[in-house]
């Protein structure tokens, strides 16, 4: 699926909509018509594939709003910069807010309800959208050189175009449904705002369907569903439609290598432009190889690379990596387990951290020498030793007593289980101190070893907080959300097999 695809199917819908609704109801304006009617579609489509994902829109905007604190903190406009950690630690909220915004905008275009309200609605949504991606987009021209920090506001420092430069490598706009490069989106969005406009001034020519009382009713049940059906993904349950790249089914170990192979196999284009001439030569590697030093006169020729798109869109599948609790590479015992391996994962040991100063008494000795001409090692004349206080800083952690709970209560039974009918067990966290670990593992009584990864990559995996997987030889055969977890017996029946 592309974004050209889904614009003709929108514009298809739009078309058949527009031409249906004409033959009950003479809309005063088609063209007009046709637009509330593609973008109508697009909205409710939109905001349904972000529905199925609130958790993916609330980490978008959580690197969103990570980067733009950071960016008004370098200016004049400082204390702005404070709000965004708030927004942050309010993700989710902001999130479905915004999903349900969104779709309920799509459907008062669809219905013609509210005309004036809705023409607004769309243009201030879409100025979001934009600024969002927009931004997102023009990042790539910012320095990202972490010795020599360059504030997306110093535009004097701006340099030629480099995508690895942008800070959100996705908008986000149809959540993990279909990833858009950042320019395509920002040319979206800026496409979808003309239309905005157009609607400021054309708002009256909307075809309303049905009566008032309908419209209404009709609004208000979109919404109740809309809300139920996020709370449902975000918080009750593991996404209905599963989008992301660690599906059931799928082999993370043939996927990542695979996703490795097309990045080293990636096309690079050298471009070398003459100052004086304007004259343009585009290079691949084999010619650049033979050529290059025809063009190093930096005075006389520009340079920058182009690279084509791998051949296997690349995923979180390719950070996949993971390590014991020394920090030792234990990818391999996850993706090359040939037995049933039910593993247990968790993006955030919830705790509070203690930390307490402990004052222990320590030996320190002193040593008097005296050289011997001659000889080459010093004579020992007299050895002293004296008592010391040391300091040493002891942390300590009291975890979520509902986290705990759930190892405790639901995921640790499996586990035994498991272990005891010869299969493997497991448990995939975010990265976090060894003594925190190992704190965690004794309060549980968790007897399984823990491994760590990247947190968005398990996040990724799984959006319940702790979940369940079970993987055989790198496939994933089942995953759960916590408030699902099957029974043995189910879990023996149905996939140990």
């Given at each position: 699926m ?27 304006n ?38 733009f ?19 942050s630690h ?22 013609g ?7 607004w609605?769309?243009?201030?949504i ?10 997102t ?9 972490p ?101 059931v ?15 080293a ?17 585009k ?70 951290e ?14 008097d020498?005296i050289?011997?001409p001659g ?9 002293a ?15 979520d ?21 010869g ?32 947190e ?34 189910t ?7």
């Amino acid at each position: 699926m592309t974004l050209t695809t889904l614009i003709i199917s929108f514009a298809i819908i739009g078309a058949f909509l527009t031409f249906i609704v004409s033959r009950f109801k003479p809309h005063r304006n088609s063209f007009i018509a046709f637009l509330q009617y593609f973008t109508g579609v697009w909205f409710v489509f939109s905001g349904f594939v972000k529905a199925v994902d609130p958790y993916g829109t609330s980490i978008k905007m959580q690197q969103y709003f990570a980067d733009f604190q950071t960016t008004f903190e370098g200016t004049p406009l400082k204390s702005i910069a404070g709000i965004f950690p708030v927004l942050s630690h309010q993700s989710m909220a902001f999130s479905i807010f915004m999903i349900l915004f969104e779709l309920i905008i799509g459907v008062c275009l669809l219905l013609g309800y509210q005309k004036r309200a809705t023409a607004w609605a769309f243009m201030i949504i879409m100025l979001f959208f934009t600024v969002l991606t927009g931004y997102t987009h023009l990042t790539g021209y910012v320095p990202n050189d972490p010795l020599n920090k360059v504030n997306f506001f110093e535009f004097s420092k701006w340099v030629a175009f480099d995508a690895f430069n942008r800070r959100v490598t996705d908008c986000g706009c149809f959540g993990d449904f279909l990833k858009l490069d950042p320019r395509i989106s920002f040319y979206k969005d800026l496409f979808l705002s003309a239309i905005g406009l157009i609607f400021i001034f054309k708002y009256r020519d909307f075809t309303s369907l049905f009566t008032a009382r309908i419209r209404g009713a009709a609004l208000l049940i979109a919404a109740a569903l809309t809300l139920l059906f996020s709370f449902r993904n975000a918080f009750w349950n593991e996404p209905y439609f599963d989008f992301r790249p660690f599906k059931v089914g799928v082999n993370i170990r043939d996927r990542k290598k695979a996703e490795e192979t097309a990045m080293a196999h990636i096309s690079i284009t050298y471009i070398y432009k003459n100052k004086k001439t304007g004259q343009v030569v585009k290079l691949a590697m084999d010619e650049f190889m033979k050529r290059f030093k025809e063009f190093s006169n930096k005075e006389e020729w520009d340079f920058k690379q182009e690279k084509g798109e791998p051949e296997v869109p690349q995923s979180k599948i390719s950070d996949f990596s993971v390590s014991d609790v020394q920090g030792r590479d234990a990818t391999d015992s996850i993706i090359n387990e040939k037995n049933y391996l039910l593993l247990a994962l968790s993006y955030d040991l919830k705790s509070v951290e203690h930390q307490k100063i402990v004052v222990r008494p320590d030996t320190t000795f002193t040593v008097d020498t005296i050289r011997t001409p001659g000889v080459v090692e010093p004579k020992l004349l007299r050895q002293a030793k004296a008592i010391i206080q040391r300091q040493d800083t002891l942390k300590s952690y009291t975890f979520d007593p509902a986290l705990a709970g759930q190892f405790i209560h639901k995921i640790n039974p499996l586990m035994e289980q498991a272990e005891k009918a010869g299969y493997k067990t497991a448990a995939l966290i975010a990265f976090a101190q060894p003594h925190k670990i190992d704190d965690f593992r004794h309060e549980t009584n968790s007897a399984y070893p823990f491994y760590t990864a990247d947190e968005l990559v398990v996040k990724t995996m799984i959006r319940s907080n702790p979940g369940l997987y079970l993987i055989k030889d790198g496939t994933i055969l089942g995953k759960w959300h916590i408030g699902h977890l099957p029974d043995w017996n189910t879990l023996k029946m149905s996939y140990l097999k």
